[in-house]
Structures are given as C-alpha cells and as structure tokens.
C-alpha cells in the first residue's frame, strides 16, 4: 500500500516536472535543455517574493510563475528563434543557457540549506495505514487539476487547438493563418510556467539548490523519452511507469539506484524504440 | 526600402588557385603560401612549453591538448559523420578508469598504459554505443549525454572502482617535459592524420552518411559499420585523453565523467569553427585559458563560456577558423549591381 501510494506521489511529481518539456518539444521541435533552469529560477523567484520582498505567499506564487513564463518566452524570442530547425545548434544553444543560468545561480550564492519555501499546510494524515502529508496531497491534486486543465486547453480554446494545429503540421497551420513563431512563442512561456509551477509545488518538500535543475532536466527527459517526444499523453503514462519503478528500487534495491533507473530508462528506449512507448511512428526520421 | 545598388563579391586569390596540385612548387612564394599556415600551426604548438612563465602555466598546455583531443572527435563526429556526441565525458572516464586499473592493478608503466587504454577503451566504448549507431540527430544526442551520467550513478551505487573517492597512486609521467611532448605530439600526430583521413575514401563515405545515410543504404554500404569506425577512431582520441590525464593527476574519479568535458570541447568547436579540425584546437587553446584566467571567480566562468558559446551560435555561427580560411584564401570586393 505505500509502495503504491507513494508511488502514484512520485509519479504525478514526475509528470509535472515532465509536461512543460513535452509541450515545448510537442510543439515547437525544440529540445528546451533550459527546462531545469527555469525549474530552479521559478523557485528561486518564489523565494525572492516571499522572504525580501515579503509578499504573501499565493500572490508571490503566481508573480512568480509569470515571471518564469516570460524568462521562457523572451530566451525564445531572441535566442531559440534563430536557430531552430538547426538540431545541434537547437541542443547546444538551450543547454548552454541553461547552464549560464544555473551557474549563475550557484556564483550568486543561491547554494546550501538556507533556501527553502514553507509548505502549503503543515502535518498528515493517514491514509490506508500510511502517513502522507497534506503537502504531497495537494500536490497530487494540481497534478491531476493541471492534466486535465490542459486536456481542456488543448482541445476547446482558440490559442490550445492553434498549439495543436502547429504541432501536427506546420506548414498547414501557417496556410491556415497561424502564426507559428508567435505560437512556439506562446508554447515555450507556457512550458516555462508549467516548469515553474512544478517548482513551486515540488521544491517545499526540500532546499532549493542548483542541483536539482540538472536532476530535473535528466528526469523531464526520461519521462518525455519514454513517452514519446512530443507526446504529452505518452509523457503521463510515462510518468507513472517511471516513477512506479523508481519507487520499486528505492523499496528493493537502495535509494543510490533511484537515478540510474531514469538514466538506464533513457537508453534502453532510445535503443529499443526510439519513438518512445507511445509515440507516433516514424522510423525513417529517427535511425537509418 | 532601399534599393541596393552594390553588392561584395569573393573571389579566390590568384595564388590559391596557382597552388592547386603540382604548381605549387613554381616557386617559394607559392610553396610559403601553402606551408605557412601549417609551418605556424606546428612550431607554434611546439615552441608553447618553453614561452610560458611558469610550471603551472605548463601544465594548463596538457589540459589544453586533452581538451583539443574532445573538440577535434566532437568536429569528426558532429561534422564529417553527422553524429552530435554530447558524451565526450564518457570517453574520457573509460580511457582514465583503464588507465587507472591497469596502472595500480597491474602495475604497467605509463608508456603502456596509455596505449593500451586507448585501444581497449575505444573498443568498450564503441561495442557499449553500438546499439545506438542507428539513432539520429536529437536522439544519438541524448543517449551520448546519458551514458556518462549513468555510467558515473553506477560506478558510484554499486561503490565498485574506488566509489566516490575513486582510484588513488597513479604513477605519472616521467618528467613534465615528457609529459608536455607527449600530448603535443599526439595531439599533432592526431590531427594531422584525421585531416588526411577525411579526404580518403573512407572519410567520403562519412561524409556522404551525414548528408544522406539513405543514398550510402541504397549503395550496398553497411551504414551501422561505417559510423561504428568514426565512433571508434573518436573514442580513441577520448581515451587517450582520459588516460593522459589520470597520469597528470595521479587520479581516477567519478569527476571524469562530469560534464565539463562534454561542454567545452563543443564551446571551443563553435567558436574555433566546425568542420575544420583546425578550428576546435584554435578553441581550445582561447577558451581553456581564459577559463584558468578566471579560475579566481569560481562558477562565474562557466557562466562566461556559455554566454559566449550562445552568442557564437546564434550570431557567429561559422567561427573564428573557417572567417580566417575565408580571408586567407579569398578578397572581397564592391561591385555594382
């Protein structure tokens, strides 16, 4: 029973961290390696409002997530724009970003123990025989909030069925009067927000440190990996096949092998299936 | 908006097209046009160990010949085969983990642990990447990037190796001087060798891989193979930059696999200019100084190189080799339109 109720945690965690990532790559073609620095921005951000600028903390919350959301919409804008469709200079461009940002981060001083961000609400309850914390309640409720806003998003709304539009076929939704550069736009501030809502809601449980953008960088990959790049459905499937197994090693096997199980996850589906567990087929564009 | 009335127009100079082939040996000034970037090249590499001030400046020259080994197999691979490696780190930490066992384990002097680590490793390291041969593009780039992250989480959860603390009393090099020599003249011998080899057939067929794998397919060539070959001949050159570099520590650790190794050599081929083989050395020798330059101000300099690999990438895309090849061999004029 704790085996699957922190596993389901775990998972939706996983699927939070993993979304914005999906819906950039989904959207746009690129692979958005900045997506752990924006993670840890968010939160650092959050932590700026709360404790110097002394805003309460929803309202910092929301500025912050924001705030995020135009970080990811301006590095496109001037960044990302120019080179896209380029793979390489696409991967090395974002990383690079990325690491300028957390690097960054890390000579500012933003390291140790000292940034954390208060829960949403202290204590736990129990739940079929297991302690579980209001906190990772509530973050399971936003998750599945959040899966099913973008369903909605996606499938009923103008800005949602244009994202849609851009990511089956580009070149008929720009005969069909979508502007594609201001849609990947939106896609990346709206993946940059998504990043940041998974900060906000997954960083009270620890510190915030420097570290955790790479973690969640490799952890978004695995998940999108697995899924199928550019699905979004494939990516929360994902999400729970891989956090069922990190949560199975941890119980089994040790805690050391919790990341090795998302990295070994990576390889082994980008030798078996490339296209990802429940991604579109198309063979000829990923290996000879 | 304007009309323009003047365009530039490149034109080769006379004496690039003069030392085309067998008359280039017309006269000296056509012979010194030819062997002079290269004459520079070479006693320029070789002269460096004796104009730097001090030992430790001395030893920032071996970490920049092992961060040129990375740059040129990032150049082969990513330009003449089409293969964006983001895994340098990981021939890096094969090549110094066998440099280190067979060292402390066996006992072997340097002069054989380095050669041997870089056959066998290149061998670990190509049959290990094999099954991801076939991927492309954005793929094979993840999957490069995975392998020496995971390999580093395994080495450090199963606590086999030396676990975190790593492999300790590695033997170094006779002298520094042995030791500086020795990576400029591989580095030298290496460059030299893969220029040659991309001229050859083999290195026509890499290139037609890169720009279409479907038409090689549909010549009867076995793809898989052919990139198995470059990856081989990259990891070599990894290696052998892993294995020298246990030996200049004295140490073999988890840090071999850090990312900094994966980073720099692409920073230093953007900016040296890709597909040159020239180029990432030229980048290196700026970057990895100006890195120990800012050493003083910690995390900043990392800050500092990713500025400038973005700023290259998106505005100067061609970098600082391929501009000079352009200026050397050709002039520019305005004509009228």
């Known amino acids: 029973m704790e085996i699957f109720i922190y596993g389901f945690i775990n998972s939706i965690s996983l699927a939070l961290i993993a979304l914005g990532f999906a819906l950039v790559y989904g959207i746009s073609r690129i692979p958005n390696f900045a997506h752990g620095a924006l993670y840890v921005v968010c939160g650092f951000i959050t932590w700026s409002f709360v404790r110097s600028l002394e805003l309460n903390y929803p309202l910092s919350i929301i500025l912050a997530m924001i705030s995020t959301g135009i970080i990811g919409g301006l590095i496109y804008l001037f960044i990302l724009i120019r080179v896209r469709g380029m793979a390489i200079s696409e991967i090395i461009a974002s990383y690079a970003i990325g690491l300028a940002i957390l690097e960054g981060l890390r000579w500012r001083g933003f390291k140790g123990m000292t940034y954390t961000l208060p829960t949403f609400k202290e204590g736990s309850l129990m739940l079929a025989g297991t302690p579980v914390d209001y906190h990772r309640l509530i973050v399971v409720g936003v998750g599945v909030c959040i899966v099913a806003f973008l369903w909605i998003f996606t499938h009923h709304t103008k800005v949602g069925l244009g994202l849609r539009a851009m990511a089956q076929d580009e070149r008929a939704a720009l005969m069909l009067g979508i502007d594609s550069d201001r849609m990947a736009v939106v896609a990346m501030g709206f993946g940059s927000m998504l990043a940041g809502l998974a900060a906000v809601l997954l960083l009270p449980l620890g510190n915030i440190v420097v570290e955790a953008g790479y973690n969640v960088l490799l952890l978004a990959i695995a998940v999108c990996i697995v899924g199928g790049l550019g699905s979004w459905v494939g990516a929360v499937m994902a999400a729970f096949l891989i956090g069922f197994a990190q949560i199975l090693t941890v119980v089994y096997i040790g805690p050391h092998f919790q990341m090795v199980v998302a990295l070994l996850a990576i390889i082994l589906t980008l030798i078996l299936r490339p296209s990802g567990l429940f991604g579109r087929q198309k063979e000829l564009e990923e290996r000879v | ?337």
């Not at chain 2, 908006?1 to 030392?19: F, N, P, Y």
């Not at chain 2, 490069?144 to 090099?173: H, K, Q």
């Not at chain 2, 040659?196 to 891989?209: E, I, K, M, S």
């Not at chain 2, 279409?212 to 001949?233: C, E, L, P, W």
Request: charged share 10%; with cysteine.
């Open chain 2, 1 to 337: 908006m304007m009309a323009q009335t003047r365009r530039k127009e490149r034109l080769d100079r006379g004496i690039r097209v003069r030392t085309d082939g067998l008359y280039a040996l017309m006269s000296w000034r056509e012979l010194s046009y030819l062997t002079l970037p290269r004459v520079v090249l070479i006693f320029g590499v070789l002269a460096l160990p004796f104009v730097m001030p001090s030992m430790y400046w001395q030893r920032v020259i071996s970490i920049v010949c092992i961060y040129s080994f990375l740059a040129i197999s990032f150049d082969l691979l990513a330009h003449f085969v089409g293969l964006v490696s983001l895994g340098g780190a990981f021939f890096v930490g094969v090549g110094s983990y066998l440099a280190a066992i067979l060292n402390t384990s066996l006992g072997l002097p340097v002069a054989l642990t380095i050669p041997i680590s870089t056959v066998l490793g290149a061998t670990i390291c190509t049959a290990l990447l094999l099954p991801c041969l076939p991927l492309r593009g954005v793929y094979f780039a993840i999957v490069t990037l995975m392998y020496p992250l995971a390999l580093a989480r395994v080495i450090e959860a199963l606590n086999i190796l030396g676990g975190t603390d790593g492999i300790m009393g590695v033997a170094s090099f006779p002298s520094r001087w042995v030791e500086q020599y020795f990576m400029i003249g591989a580095l030298l011998l290496f460059l030299f060798a893969i220029r040659r080899l991309v001229n050859l057939d083999l290195g026509l067929v890499l290139r037609a891989v890169k720009d279409n794998d479907q038409a090689v397919r549909a010549s009867g060539m076995n793809v898989t193979f052919y990139k198995a070959i470059a990856v081989f001949i990259a990891s070599a050159m990894g290696c052998l930059a892993g294995a020298s570099l246990v030996h200049i520590y004295m140490w073999a650790g988890i840090s071999q696999f850090a990312l900094d190794f994966s980073i720099l050599p692409i920073a230093a081929t953007v900016i040296g200019g890709a597909g040159t083989l020239t180029g990432p050395l030229l980048g290196c020798f700026i970057l990895v100084p100006i890195s120990e330059l800012l050493r003083a101000f910690g995390t900043l300099r990392i800050v500092f190189y990713s500025l400038i690999l973005v700023g290259f990438i998106v505005f100067r895309s061609e970098g600082i080799m391929v501009y000079a090849q352009r200026k050397y061999h050709q002039f520019e004029r305005w004509v009228k339109v």
